[in-house]
Nanobody, 122 residues
Framework: QVQLVESGGGLVQAGGSLRLSCAAS????????MGWFRQVPGKEREFVAG????????AYADSAKGRFTISRDNAKNTGYLQMNRLKPEDTAVYYC???????????????WGQGTQVTVSS
Protein backbone atom coordinates (compact mmCIF):
# COMPACT_ATOMS: atom_id res chain seq x y z
CA GLN A 1 0.00 0.00 0.00
CA VAL A 2 1.16 3.53 -0.72
CA GLN A 3 -0.03 6.90 0.57
CA LEU A 4 0.14 9.93 -1.70
CA VAL A 5 0.26 13.62 -0.82
CA GLU A 6 0.18 16.33 -3.48
CA SER A 7 1.61 19.81 -3.12
CA GLY A 8 2.54 22.76 -5.30
CA GLY A 9 -0.85 23.97 -6.40
CA GLY A 10 -1.85 27.60 -6.26
CA LEU A 11 -2.92 30.66 -8.19
CA VAL A 12 -0.99 31.61 -11.30
CA GLN A 13 -1.58 33.93 -14.24
CA ALA A 14 -2.18 32.55 -17.70
CA GLY A 15 1.12 31.75 -19.36
CA GLY A 16 2.79 30.98 -16.07
CA SER A 17 4.14 27.74 -14.66
CA LEU A 18 3.66 25.48 -11.67
CA ARG A 19 5.30 22.28 -10.56
CA LEU A 20 3.17 19.82 -8.66
CA SER A 21 4.76 17.23 -6.42
CA CYS A 22 3.41 13.90 -5.24
CA ALA A 23 5.14 12.51 -2.16
CA ALA A 24 4.65 8.79 -1.66
CA SER A 25 5.04 6.85 1.54
CA UNK A 26 4.70 3.19 2.15
CA UNK A 27 6.23 0.36 0.25
CA UNK A 28 8.30 0.34 -2.92
CA UNK A 29 7.19 3.45 -4.76
CA UNK A 30 9.44 2.31 -7.61
CA UNK A 31 7.07 -0.61 -8.19
CA UNK A 32 4.12 1.66 -8.89
CA UNK A 33 3.05 3.33 -12.08
CA MET A 34 1.99 6.89 -11.42
CA GLY A 35 -0.44 9.27 -13.00
CA TRP A 36 -1.85 12.76 -12.70
CA PHE A 37 -5.53 13.51 -13.12
CA ARG A 38 -7.65 16.62 -12.76
CA GLN A 39 -11.25 17.40 -12.01
CA VAL A 40 -13.46 20.46 -12.18
CA PRO A 41 -16.85 20.67 -10.43
CA GLY A 42 -19.58 18.93 -12.37
CA LYS A 43 -17.19 17.01 -14.59
CA GLU A 44 -15.57 13.63 -14.40
CA ARG A 45 -11.97 13.26 -13.35
CA GLU A 46 -9.76 13.22 -16.43
CA PHE A 47 -6.36 11.75 -17.17
CA VAL A 48 -3.58 14.31 -17.61
CA ALA A 49 -0.32 12.33 -17.70
CA GLY A 50 1.12 8.97 -16.73
CA UNK A 51 4.54 7.44 -16.20
CA UNK A 52 5.76 3.89 -15.83
CA UNK A 53 7.25 2.62 -12.58
CA UNK A 54 10.87 3.13 -13.64
CA UNK A 55 10.09 6.30 -15.56
CA UNK A 56 10.98 4.96 -18.97
CA UNK A 57 7.65 5.63 -20.65
CA UNK A 58 5.18 8.50 -20.41
CA ALA A 59 1.83 9.44 -21.87
CA TYR A 60 -0.14 12.67 -22.01
CA ALA A 61 -3.64 13.83 -22.69
CA ASP A 62 -3.87 15.94 -25.82
CA SER A 63 -4.55 18.99 -23.64
CA ALA A 64 -1.23 18.48 -21.85
CA LYS A 65 1.06 17.58 -24.74
CA GLY A 66 3.82 20.09 -25.31
CA ARG A 67 3.07 22.02 -22.10
CA PHE A 68 3.19 19.51 -19.23
CA THR A 69 5.97 17.11 -18.27
CA ILE A 70 5.58 14.19 -15.90
CA SER A 71 8.61 12.81 -14.09
CA ARG A 72 9.57 10.91 -10.99
CA ASP A 73 12.48 10.47 -8.63
CA ASN A 74 12.15 7.04 -7.10
CA ALA A 75 15.07 7.66 -4.77
CA LYS A 76 13.00 10.46 -3.23
CA ASN A 77 9.67 8.63 -3.51
CA THR A 78 8.30 11.64 -5.34
CA GLY A 79 6.55 12.28 -8.61
CA TYR A 80 6.21 15.58 -10.40
CA LEU A 81 4.09 17.38 -12.94
CA GLN A 82 5.72 20.42 -14.48
CA MET A 83 3.06 22.61 -16.04
CA ASN A 84 4.10 25.41 -18.38
CA ARG A 85 2.13 27.93 -20.47
CA LEU A 86 -0.87 27.43 -18.24
CA LYS A 87 -4.32 28.38 -19.47
CA PRO A 88 -7.48 29.28 -17.56
CA GLU A 89 -9.00 25.99 -18.73
CA ASP A 90 -6.29 24.16 -16.77
CA THR A 91 -7.99 25.31 -13.57
CA ALA A 92 -8.93 22.19 -11.60
CA VAL A 93 -8.10 20.05 -8.60
CA TYR A 94 -5.12 17.92 -9.56
CA TYR A 95 -4.69 14.43 -8.15
CA CYS A 96 -1.80 12.03 -8.29
CA UNK A 97 -2.50 8.33 -8.40
CA UNK A 98 -0.54 5.08 -8.23
CA UNK A 99 -1.03 1.48 -9.28
CA UNK A 100 1.22 -1.46 -8.39
CA UNK A 101 2.37 -2.27 -11.88
CA UNK A 102 5.55 -1.62 -13.82
CA UNK A 103 3.87 -0.51 -17.03
CA UNK A 104 2.36 2.83 -17.90
CA UNK A 105 -1.40 2.99 -17.36
CA UNK A 106 -3.92 5.72 -18.07
CA UNK A 107 -6.85 4.46 -15.99
CA UNK A 108 -7.93 2.14 -13.16
CA UNK A 109 -5.49 3.55 -10.62
CA UNK A 110 -5.80 2.11 -7.14
CA UNK A 111 -4.33 4.75 -4.82
CA TRP A 112 -5.12 8.46 -4.83
CA GLY A 113 -3.94 11.59 -3.10
CA GLN A 114 -6.24 14.22 -1.65
CA GLY A 115 -5.72 16.68 -4.49
CA THR A 116 -4.26 20.16 -4.86
CA GLN A 117 -6.05 23.15 -6.36
CA VAL A 118 -4.61 24.85 -9.42
CA THR A 119 -6.21 28.13 -10.46
CA VAL A 120 -5.12 29.95 -13.60
CA SER A 121 -6.33 33.52 -13.95
CA SER A 122 -6.80 35.19 -17.31
Amino acid sequence: QVQLVESGGGLVQAGGSLRLSCAASGRAFSAYAMGWFRQVPGKEREFVAGISAEGYTTAYADSAKGRFTISRDNAKNTGYLQMNRLKPEDTAVYYCAALPTSVLVTSDYQYWGQGTQVTVSS
